[in-house]
């Protein structure tokens, strides 16, 4: 990891020169660590068993990216194209598939750079569990749940291992767009609203109310120093209430993100090799390579789960009427995925990091517009990488057509299950008690894929 | 199909299959007719082909021994493979092809695999097969090895004896050592338990503390600084009676108290469904709400209105009109997904809903299978559940359906039938059509059938949009009316598509089980409301005034509020309780009784103190040694700081101003997503389901999705962040600051002033220098950072009042 300047410097340099009187930056200043108090919520805490992976990046594509045109080749559905099948009319794989890596894995010719990374790519070809709208299967895929709001994977994540930097939030989420089912995907729903994902915007300010409103540095300072005074008086009359001792410390993390979130956001001390990893240009700060690198970025700093959803409820991989539509969003996730993990394994963050690709479905082996598909939950494909699970490696599979898992299906809750796993967790242990009962992520069920992990 | 079994098995299954009668049972049989005795050759057959395969491959997760049981099923007895789990029975005896064990162990249907982890051979499920077909021929279960499911029923026997269900009883108030302390009843149960640990009362809180908590706890907002004045100064002996009563009197009072309830019944603007629909008419209902608290209506009435409103006899048109749309607490039950077909879905969500708002229990948990902990068992969900199917919930419109319908029209019977009748029919008529041509735009694939069909639709569509344009002026509700009355059958495993026996619509067994009447026409809501207000139910009574006593302490009596059953917490003061609900009964259902019983008790009063010998004995408060310190609420956070800047309209909201109908063409790509900016109470605000109403979001808002029975209290950096940087925070200080300047000239008395507002109490010598050193160092800085001479006055002001209004201080109650 990158040697951070501690909470001394950081702390010291926005002090220099200003007339402040003794107050809240005097008590930044005290403590060097931010050391997070035993009560708090988001103190790092060990799972249930060593871990492979210490955090998560989860990659969302939105729409139902197509199983038949990623990492499911389907050979025997290419020369049964045009036929009649249940009534229907197959649609042959639209695009070709090529060996990848040492593995010798089957990639689609949409991601050539994905492609060249298939020796760390653990491909699942046996998803199953979801649902075919949209809103119901994004959900599905984020919480479990198909129908009712639960609390979702990052959230779950959080709660169980509370996050490594107090200045930064445990969940980040990175989403130009509103997603299906809005903000209920990142929501903490049931656990403790600090798990709640955070949407970090791309622009000027990436998290409602991070810019300072004040018109300088210097009146800030003042204004908390001031309401420093306020509630250390207010609470020395009422001594031992940690919620009043705990909303003095939320301003502490508060002028913490203030400051460290825009640096984080600074991609200006990234050389020209790593953007061109990402296809970045310098000064750009938006599209997928943009939210990949800040995704590693957050990672090294001790962010628990970033989670990156590509495009929003419209212009997705919704490809009803033809399945070119995949090009232009299989454009821009391409280089910056494959930029991603490439630049976390130089770096020695893919060992202990767990990089997730998903979607909410995959599509129809028939057609529904011309040279379309139409949503297709039964099955389809998804892939691990880094933290725990064996690379260049291919879990499951689909029937000749793409219709049904054939072999080792893979339930959504052993997806997560998974997942868990490898953080550390006993999937049937991480609960949270509501409404009489333990709820978890993986409902009553749910099988750790065993077979993945290395 | 016996082709890989070996030929001393093929012999065993003749003697088998001969030793059978030759009719084969019918699923009658599973259930309640016992086998015949097994031959000994079946016996051997069993023991020594199919117990292996159930032995090695299924117990692990299905046997009484399993560390877990998986599904609700134990295969490793006669009565677990018949009654089955969540499938209902795993073997019908005799018939293969309709058993759930060997559809699972085929492997043909992906999503329903057993074993989950590897197939069993080809041989080993002939055998299966095989053995069902014969009819499951096994040994008997031994009475002894009783399998723990069977602690189902036991477990019922115990839970009917859980203290919840037990009838409200009317204790008379104990005695106590220290006679002086009481001021009511109320007192003596909490002193009384305080005394016999050993503990005392925190003493009474002053004045000033009090009419802050108690304004705020009565109407959301903080007490004027005159009113805090005229009640220090008042020395009647009555001078808290009469503040209880003004504050009770208030407008203010049913938007607070109606908020309250709006949380319970999850309120919303818009469906939840993947549009999120907008349900324009709903306003009328939260009015109902408000108005209701406000006129302090029987609290067993105002349940009546709400489930059965429409079935009511009515004193008048206005108020045949508010039962109607009282029952908007159903009709707003949430929607799901794009299409009709997910109803039950809602139909679950409106039982949750009464279950944990009004009875105190979580009967959805008895939609798939017996309530694991409660006497609830899955027939009563489907009696409930009938009674709300036979009824037409109005219908939001959704993306395939974009049009709302079955709305109920509030105009009297003589304008109904004369002038709108004949709008109404052609629109009933436009829906048939279009519910009857949208399937077939759907079923088929493609050209010129799809076309025309799709045409026809949107031709219907459009015509139906002319309609409503055309409509002659008049309002709808939002709400329920009767539909066609059905029993519906219980759903294996709560799939709506598996059906099992007939569930006869009814209530709960545990509340006496009633049933609705066969001559009675209608769904039987009216029944239910009967059957939920009748004074000897044990539940509604209790879980109100344990709501109540919540909302006044910060914790209830029972500290689950919305779960009475056994995995609740049981009460901390049970007599107290139950002397609280009978006192509630005699009362006619009163809230506001209730309220003056409580704020005006000794209990309420008591100072919010630290303890330290209390906090080791008692660090929770169960026994209410001290008060409750809490955070403002969401609402009161924004209202306060509205009211205290002068912005806040204090005018009731009405309807918000969404686009009309025609014009939507909401989706799961476009979902509706707005805000309705507005300078009234929070409680006015519209309030959606796909994302809570943003500022309201950073405080722990109610979720609009399932019945919030307290809000939680996160302490989380986004809201420091809100108090540093909001445009809110910013506005609302600035016009702090300009109405200061403008009513008050000098500076010290402006200190003065901005105390009393935003705190209740006048500032401290220290805190007035302290404001004066403020003013001027921040002065120095904002010229520094650039502020123009003129604005620097007002700025110097708004930054003060900006800390003032962030402050513990503020955001408390003590």
């Known amino acids: 990891m990158h040697a951070l300047p501690n909470r001394r410097q950081v702390v010291g340099s926005l002090v220099g020169g200003s007339l402040l009187l003794p107050g809240i930056v005097s008590e930044l200043l005290a403590a060097d660590a931010p050391a997070p108090r035993p009560d708090d919520p988001l103190a790092p805490r060990p799972p249930h068993f060593p871990a492979r992976a210490k955090r998560v990046i989860f990659l969302f594509m939105t729409g139902g990216v197509s199983h038949l045109e990623s990492f499911d080749p389907k050979p025997q559905l290419a020369r049964d194209a045009g036929r009649t099948h249940n009534g229907r009319t197959l649609l042959g794989p639209q695009f070709r598939f090529a060996r990848a890596g040492r593995s010798g894995m089957a990639v689609s010719e949409l991601f050539p750079e994905i492609a060249s990374c298939a020796d760390d790519l653990c491909v699942i070809r046996s998803l199953h569990g979801s649902h075919f709208e949209h809103f119901q299967a994004t959900l599905g895929v984020h919480t479990g749940s198909l129908t009712v709001k639960r609390p979702s994977i990052g959230s779950w994540v959080s709660y169980g291992l509370g996050t490594e930097n107090q200045n930064l939030p445990s969940f980040v989420v990175l989403a130009p767009h509103l997603p299906y089912a809005g903000t209920q995907v990142w929501s903490s729903d049931f656990l403790p609203a600090c798990h709640q994902g955070i949407r970090l915007l791309p622009g000027d300010e990436p998290i409602r109310d991070l810019k300072r409103r004040s018109p300088s540095e210097a009146v800030q300072e003042m204004e908390l120093d001031l309401l420093s005074r306020f509630n250390r008086r207010h609470g020395e009359a009422r001594p031992s209430d940690p919620l009043l001792a705990g909303r003095m410390r939320s301003f502490e993390t508060a002028f913490g993100m203030q400051r460290e979130m825009p640096e984080v956001l600074d991609l200006s001390g990234e050389s020209d090799a790593t953007l061109a990893l990402y296809g970045l240009e310098r000064g750009q700060t938006d599209g997928f390579g943009w939210q990949c690198l800040v995704a590693r970025r957050m990672a090294e700093r001790g962010v628990r789960f970033v989670e990156l959803i590509d495009s929003g409820s419209s212009n997705n991989w919704d490809s009803h009427g033809a399945m070119k539509d995949h090009i232009p969003r299989a454009r821009s996730v391409d280089r910056p995925i494959a930029g991603l993990l490439k630049d976390l394994k130089s770096r020695g963050l893919l060992d202990d990091t767990l990089v997730v690709w998903t979607t909410e479905f995959g599509r129809t082996p028939h057609t529904d517009g011309p040279t379309g598909r139409s949503h297709h939950p039964y099955v389809f494909s998804s892939w691990l990488a880094g933290g725990g699970v064996k690379g260049g490696t291919v879990h499951g599979s689909s029937d000749d057509y793409g219709y049904f898992p054939a072999e080792d299906p893979v339930h959504l809750h052993d997806f997560h299950a998974t997942i868990l796993h490898l953080l550390g967790f006993d999937h049937e242990r991480l609960t949270y008690r509501y409404s009489g009962r333990d709820f978890r992520l993986t409902d009553v069920s749910g099988r750790v894929v065993r077979e993945i992990l290395a | ?814």
């Open chain 2, 1 to 814: 199909m016996t082709r890989l079994i070996d030929a001393r098995v093929l012999l065993l299954l003749g003697l088998l299959v001969t030793a059978l009668p030759g009719e084969l049972p019918g699923q009658e049989t599973a259930e309640s007719e016992p086998m015949s005795r097994p031959t000994a050759a079946q016996l051997e057959f069993f023991e020594k082909e199919v117990r292996p395969i159930l032995a090695n491959r299924c117990y692990s997760c299905h046997s009484a021994g399993a560390e877990r049981i998986r599904g609700d099923l134990v295969l490793d007895s006669r009565a677990g493979l018949l009654k089955g789990g969540g499938f209902g029975p795993a073997v019908v005896p005799g018939r293969p092809d309709e058993s759930p064990l060997i559809e699972a162990v085929r492997y043909d249907d992906p999503l329903f695999r057993m074993p989950p982890d590897e197939r069993l051979s080809d041989r080993e499920i002939e055998v299966l097969e095989t053995w069902v077909a014969a009819g499951a021929p096994g040994p008997p279960d031994d009475p002894e090895a009783a399998r723990p499911g069977g602690a189902a029923e036991s477990l019922s026997v115990e839970a009917a004896d859980w203290w919840s269900f037990q009838p409200v009883q009317n204790p008379d108030p104990p005695e106590v050592r220290d006679e002086h302390w009481p001021r009511s009843p109320i007192d003596r149960f909490v002193l009384a338990q305080l005394e016999a640990n050993g503990m005392r009362p925190a003493p009474e809180t002053d004045r000033r503390t009090f009419i802050r908590r108690l304004s705020f706890d009565l109407t959301g907002l903080p007490p004027t600084p005159e009113e805090v004045e005229a009640f220090l100064r008042d020395e009647g002996p009555d001078a808290f009676e009469r503040l209880v009563d003004r504050l009770l009197a208030s407008p203010q009072y049913g938007e607070r108290w109606g908020r309250r309830w709006l949380d319970l019944v999850r309120y919303a603007d818009t469906s939840g469904c993947n549009g999120d629909f907008p349900m324009p008419e709903a306003y009328r209902y939260r009015n109902y709400v408000i108005d209701r608290f406000n006129r302090d209506t029987p609290y067993d009435e105002f349940l009546e209105e709400q489930i059965a409103g429409d079935l009511m006899p009515s004193d008048s048109e206005a108020q045949r009109r508010e039962r109607v749309i009282a029952t908007g607490y159903l009709a707003i039950s949430r929607r799901f997904s794009s299409v009709a077909e997910e109803f039950h879905l809602t139909l679950d969500d409106t039982i949750d809903n009464l279950g944990k708002a009004v009875l105190g229990l979580t009967i959805s948990c008895a939609r798939c299978h017996d309530h694991k902990f409660d006497p609830i068992p899955q027939a009563d969900y489907y009696a409930l559940y009938g009674i709300f199917e036979s009824s037409r919930f109005a219908f939001p419109g959704t993306e395939i359906y974009r049009h709302p319908k079955d709305l109920v029209p509030l105009v009297d019977e003589d304008r109904l039938t004369t002038e709108l009748q004949p709008y109404l029919d052609r629109m009933a008529d436009l829906d048939e059509q279009m519910y009857a041509t949208y399937p077939l735009v759907e079923m088929l694939d493609t050209g010129k059938e799809r076309d025309a069909q799709r045409a026809i639709f949107k031709r219907l569509l459009g015509e139906r949009d002319e309609l409503l344009k055309s409509l002659p002026e008049f309002g709808w509700a939002y709400a329920v009316s009767e539909g066609e009355p059905t029993d519906t059958r219980i759903h294996l495993k709560g799939d709506h598509e598996r059906l099992g026996a007939v569930a006869p619509r009814g209530f709960l067994t545990i509340l006496g089980g009633q049933q609705v009447p066969a001559e009675e026409p209608g769904s039987g809501r009216h029944a239910l409301a009967g059957w939920i207000t009748d004074p000897e139910n044990p539940l509604t009574a209790r879980v109100l005034v344990n709501r109540v006593w919540q909302h006044h302490f910060g914790e209830g009596i029972v500290r689950t509020a919305n779960d009475f059953g056994t995995r609740g917490d049981p009460p901390t003061h049970p007599e107290l309780l139950d002397w609280l609900a009978s006192r509630f009964l005699d009362q006619g259902w009163s809230i506001k009784a209730l309220h003056r019983e409580i704020v005006l008790s000794a209990s309420y009063r008591m100072a919010s103190i630290a303890d330290p010998r209390s906090a080791e004995r008692d660090p929770e408060n169960r026994l209410l040694w001290t008060f409750n310190r809490r955070r403002l609420d969401a609402e009161e956070i924004r209202d306060a700081v509205l009211r205290i800047s002068g912005a806040l309209d204090p005018s009731p909201g009405g309807p918000h101003p969404f686009p009309p109908v025609w014009e939507w063409r909401y989706s799961q790509h476009k979902p509706f997503v707005d805000d309705y900016p507005s300078p009234r109470r929070s409680v006015y605000l519209m309030q959606q389901r796909i994302r809570l109403q943003p500022l309201l979001a950073i405080f722990d808002a109610a979720d609009t999705n399932t019945s919030t029975d307290r809000r939680k209290t996160s302490t989380t950096p986004q809201q420091a962040l809100f108090s540093m940087n909001d445009a809110f925070m910013h506005e609302q200080a600035a016009r702090l600051a300009d109405r200061l300047s403008a009513e008050v000239p000098d500076p010290a008395s402006r200190i003065d002033r901005a105390f009393r507002l935003a705190l209740g109490r006048p500032p401290r010598e220290a805190e007035v220098l302290e404001a004066q050193a403020y003013l001027d160092a921040i002065d120095l800085a904002l010229r520094d950072a650039g502020i123009a001479d003129d604005r620097r006055p007002s700025a110097a002001w708004s930054s003060y009042l900006r800390v003032l209004l962030s402050s513990n201080a503020f955001l408390f109650i003590d």
